[in-house]
C-alpha cells in the first residue's frame, strides 16, 4: 500500500502545481516563471520532509525501498512536468493563434 500511496502522492501533487502552473502561463508570462520556480521548490522541499518521515517510521528493512521508489517517483514526476510545461509553453495562443 506504502507504493501505491506514493503514487498517488505525487500523481495529486503534480496535477495540483501543473494546474496552477498552466493557469496564467500566456497572460503572465513573468508570473509564470514565479509559479514554475516556486512549484519546484515547495515540491522538493515537501519531498524532503515526506522523505524524511518514510525513514524514520518505516519498519526494518523497508526505509531504503520506500526511499528509492519515492525518490524515483520523484524524478518522473519532475521529467513529466517540466516535459509538459515546457511543450504547452511553446503552443501558439492568444487570438492570432486561431487562425
Known amino acids: ?8 502522492f505525487f500523481a ?11 493557469r496564467n502561463m500566456h497572460t503572465d508570462p513573468k508570473g509564470f516563471v514565479r509559479r514554475f520556480m516556486l512549484g519546484l521548490t515547495l515540491k522538493m ?7 524524511t518521515l518514510l525513514a524514520f517510521l518505516a519498519p526494518p528493512g523497508l526505509a531504503v525501498p520506500w526511499i528509492l ?7 518522473a514526476f519532475l521529467a513529466y512536468s517540466v516535459a509538459r510545461l515546457m511543450k504547452r509553453s511553446k503552443q501558439p ?7
Open 12 to 22: 495529486a501533487v503534480t496535477w495540483v502545481l501543473v494546474s496552477w502552473q498552466e
Open 45 to 51: 522541499l515537501g519531498c524532503l520532509i515526506v522523505m
Open 69 to 75: 521508489c519515492f525518490a524515483l517517483l520523484y524524478l
Open 1 to 8: 500500500w506504502v507504493y501505491l500511496a506514493e503514487v498517488a
Open 93 to 99: 495562443h492568444g487570438p492570432a493563434a486561431t487562425h
